[in-house]
């Protein structure tokens, strides 16, 4: 099941290998990766495979209008049931805010037209550097109201096929110790809501519904 001390210790790892390898390195993001699978794994058990790329490969989903590589990709007898995209947000957020919600919206609807429900999980820096063309960092962005706006509509959004199964968001800081869990200065009532509907375990919670559900379906046709 879904721990989240050890999933901060898998951002923690993550960030680690962001310093030592750099951006464009995907070593930044197994540990986290793998920490998913791992959870995964144990709500699902053996009668399903787990596909991603620090476990063994990414399983190329069949979308209704083109075919994708997905994060964490769930399967029975080769065939998807569950997919989790991830997103691990170090720098420039604020540039790239709205690219990253509508890439969301956009796999989401791709994947789920197809009869597989697809999650999100976003880990994002409270206080973000932005970089130049050069790679100076040039200021620190931190998390508002407009930024998180968005995902708290999406969430009370009725629709079906671009609104994910779930929405994990997790908010860390990096200091010279390590990484910390640290929640943006955003409006209380924002801030109550994404934190009672938007986070790992509410999403993880959602996904062994999701197991038990399919399972009972299961059972039925048999």
Same mark, same amino acid.
């Given at each position: 099941?879904? %721990?989240?001390?050890? +999933?901060?210790?898998?951002?923690?790892?993550?960030?680690?290998?962001?310093?030592?390898?750099?951006?464009?390195?995907?070593?930044?993001? #197994?540990? $986290?990766?793998? +920490?998913?699978?791992?959870?995964?794994?144990?709500? *699902?058990?053996?009668?399903?495979?787990?596909?991603?790329?620090? !476990?063994n490969s990414e399983f190329k989903v069949t979308?209704?209008?083109? %075919?994708?590589?997905?994060?964490?990709?769930?399967?029975?007898?080769?065939?998807?049931? *569950?997919? @989790?995209?991830?997103?691990? $947000?170090?720098?420039?957020?604020? =540039?790239?805010? %709205?690219?990253?919600?509508?890439?969301?919206?956009?796999?989401?609807?791709? @994947?789920?037209?197809?009869?597989?429900?697809?999650?999100?999980?976003? @880990? #994002?820096?409270?206080?973000?550097?932005? *970089?130049?063309?050069?790679? %100076?960092?040039?200021? /620190?962005?931190? @998390?508002?109201?407009?930024?998180?706006?968005?995902?708290?509509?999406?969430? +009370?959004?009725?629709?079906?096929?671009?609104?994910?199964?779930?929405?994990?968001?997790?908010?860390?800081?990096?200091?010279?110790?390590?990484?910390?869990?640290? +929640?943006?200065?955003?409006?209380?009532? #924002?801030?109550? /809501?994404? !934190?009672?509907?938007?986070?790992?375990?509410?999403?993880?919670?959602?996904?062994?519904? *999701?197991?038990?559900?399919?399972?009972?379906?299961?059972?039925? =046709?048999?």
């Amino acid at each position: 099941m879904y %721990n989240h001390i050890k +999933f901060l210790e898998s951002v923690g790892e993550s960030f680690r290998n962001y310093n030592t390898f750099g951006k464009r390195s995907n070593k930044r993001i #197994l540990p $986290i990766h793998n +920490f998913i699978a791992n959870t995964v794994e144990s709500i *699902f058990g053996n009668e399903y495979e787990i596909f991603c790329s620090g !476990k063994n490969s990414e399983f190329k989903v069949t979308g209704k209008y083109y %075919n994708k590589n997905v994060d964490i990709t769930i399967t029975r007898n080769k065939i998807p049931i *569950f997919c @989790i995209g991830v997103k691990f $947000i170090t720098s420039n957020f604020k =540039q790239n805010s %709205n690219n990253y919600f509508e890439g969301m919206l956009g796999e989401t609807a791709n @994947i789920q037209s197809n009869d597989v429900p697809y999650a999100h999980v976003f @880990i #994002l820096r409270t206080d973000t550097p932005y *970089f130049d063309k050069d790679g %100076n960092v040039k200021k /620190i962005e931190s @998390i508002t109201n407009n930024d998180m706006n968005k995902y708290v509509k999406l969430l +009370f959004d009725n629709s079906v096929a671009h609104k994910p199964f779930g929405i994990g968001l997790t908010f860390i800081s990096e200091t010279d110790t390590g990484i910390s869990e640290t +929640f943006p200065e955003i409006d209380v009532k #924002l801030g109550d /809501i994404i !934190k009672s509907n938007l986070n790992n375990s509410r999403l993880f919670d959602k996904i062994h519904e *999701f197991k038990n559900y399919h399972e009972y379906n299961i059972g039925e =046709q048999n």
